[in-house]
């Protein structure tokens, strides 16, 4: 059965709104990696959403149009992915920019050469 193209757009944005919400309430790196998965993994659910791309009902301008909103959607939640990795990691570090992992003495593992 094939899917109209405005059925799609709104799958897409119902899509974007269930990750935004589900990413602001992400307290933890774990929860953030499920989700990515979830949204954005090779069988997550915009990858679902892209193999509508091969549907040979859909006509060529129409799968432009879908292609081009597949990856600003992509884009949006890679976006809000990396917005919230942020923020969970300033909050279990005090430092947005250094990692969570920590030495057996408890101090940050800078790491050396």
């Given at each position: 059965?094939?899917?109209?193209?405005?059925?799609?757009?709104?799958?897409?944005?119902?899509?974007?709104?269930?990750a935004a919400q589900a990413l602001s309430g992400a307290?933890?790196?774990?929860?953030?990696?499920?989700?990515?998965?979830?949204?954005l993994g090779r069988k997550g659910r915009l990858a679902?959403?892209?193999a509508t791309l091969q549907d040979p009902t859909l006509?060529?301008?129409?799968?432009?149009?879908?292609?081009?909103?597949?990856?600003?959607?992509?884009?949006?939640?890679?976006?809000?992915?990396?917005?919230?990795?942020?923020?969970?990691?300033?909050?279990?570090?005090?430092?947005?920019?250094?990692?969570?992992?920590?030495?057996?003495?408890?101090?940050?593992?800078?790491?050396?050469?």
């Amino acid at each position: 059965m094939a899917l109209s193209l405005e059925a799609i757009e709104k799958q897409l944005d119902d899509l974007l709104a269930q990750a935004a919400q589900a990413l602001s309430g992400a307290q933890e790196a774990s929860v953030l990696e499920s989700l990515r998965v979830e949204f954005l993994g090779r069988k997550g659910r915009l990858a679902s959403l892209f193999a509508t791309l091969q549907d040979p009902t859909l006509p060529s301008p129409e799968k432009a149009q879908l292609g081009k909103k597949l990856n600003a959607v992509k884009e949006r939640l890679e976006a809000l992915l990396g917005e919230r990795e942020g923020a969970v990691r300033a909050e279990e570090t005090g430092d947005p920019l250094r990692p969570a992992c920590t030495s057996a003495r408890g101090e940050a593992n800078a790491g050396r050469l």
